[in-house]
Structures are given as C-alpha cells and as structure tokens.
C-alpha cells in the first residue's frame, strides 16, 4: 500500500510539474513575441501609414478601436496587452501544431510563418474597414497587416524552443516561477487565456503520462490532423486573396 501511495504521488508530482513547465513556456514566449511583434512592431506599423497617409487621418478611430494620430500610455499599454493576450495563444497554438509539422527545422518556420500570415491576415483585412479605406498607400497597409502575422509565426517557434529548452535561463531558478508570474502581473488580461489553457493542458498532459494518447506514432492520425491543419492555412491564403481583391478593385 505504501509503494502505491508512494508511487501515486511521484505520478501526481510529475504530472502536475509537466502542466506548468507547459504553462510556463506558453506564458513567457508567448507574452515576449506577443508584446515585440504584435505591440510594439505594430505600433510603428501604424504610425508608418500615418505618416504615408498624411493628416487627414488625424483623429480617426481605426478598426482595433485605436484614434490614429494619437500617442499615449495608456492606449500604448492597451496595445501592448493585446498584444500579450495574442502573443499567449499564438504559443499555445504552435505547441498545439509543432509535434504534426514535416520536414526541416527552416521549413516549419517557414510553413509556421506562410500559415501564420495568410490565416491571420485574412482575419484582419476586409475592404469596408477603415484601415483600408482610409490609409495609403493600400499596399503598405495590407503588407503591414499581412506581415506582421507573418513575422509572429517565424519567431515564435525559435522563441517557444529556446524558452523550452532545460538549458535556457528562463527555466533556472528564480526565473522559472518568478517571469512567468511577473509577466501574468504586468500583462492581467493574459490570465484569462492560461485560465482556459489550464484544464485543456492538465487533460492532454493527463492522458499522454497514462499511455491513452500516444497519437503520434498513429500513422492515420497523423496524416489526418496535418491535413487539418493544412486545410484550415489553404482557407486562410483563400480567405485573403478575396480580401486583397475587394480591398484592390
């Protein structure tokens, strides 16, 4: 009975260890791409086309419910938390993606980034907006929009691995409990997407430590999930070539 409990409890141990070695790996690479790509490199993307586009757009609420022309902290933290917010789920969908991907280690970037670009553009760009209605030139604006995205997926990964890696000084101690955590702090809206990741990764992690999971040496389930996968980029790249074409003719 004592070796039961005992063994018991270094299962419950590992398990609970894996869900926030994932947790933690989500939270710091995602919060860090998030805040540089979709905060700060968007910020100056906008002021780009603000400055090409000229005055006349001074004053004017964009699509994401920012006045353009107008600089300040608290509309620059609320672009960095959404950014955050974004950077979160963009970790937590490229571990979701990564153990599916084929080829070398440059073609998934690039395949990470291609998808990134086409899947999220397509859900940023849309001709009766004001950001394309209104800034100039359009194909600065939907380059932006598209590249951006992009960019997101090409980092992410060499982020989320390196952040992930036993050797990284994020995983040392205090950085461990003490970054992931601070950045939660800085960034509280994030809380709301590890508080739906948390029972999604503590199942999968469950599932995959009993031996109920063991997905990937499944040759048809392999197969099927790719081609998900790629179903869902193929409609992404669909969605924004008409995109593009509404926003061009």
Known sequence: ?????????????SWSLEVLERLRVMVVAGVFVGVLV?????????????????????????????????VTLSGTYSLLMLGAVVGVIGAAAYRAVAPWMIG??????????AASGAVVGSMLLHADGVDFRLLEPTWL????FVGLPALFGAVIGPVVDQVASSASRTASRPWA????????VLFPVTLMVVAVAVPIVTVWVLLRNMGLLDLERRLVVRQTVRIAWLA??????????????????
């Open 177 to 184: 409990w003490a970054l992931p955590v601070g950045l939660l």
């Open 38 to 70: 979709g905060g700060l490199a968007s910020r100056l993307a906008m002021g780009l086309l603000r400055l090409t586009t000229g005055a006349s757009v001074n004053g004017v609420t964009s699509d994401d419910g920012f006045i353009i022309g107008r």
């Open 104 to 113: 070398p280690v440059w073609f998934r970037r690039f395949t990470v980034a």
């Open 232 to 249: 869902i980029a193929v409609a992404g790249l669909a969605g924004l070539v008409d995109d593009i074409l509404a926003i061009t003719t």
């Open 1 to 13: 009975m004592t070796d039961e409990k005992q063994s018991t409890r270094q299962f419950l141990l």
């Open 141 to 144: 604006a939907i380059g932006l």
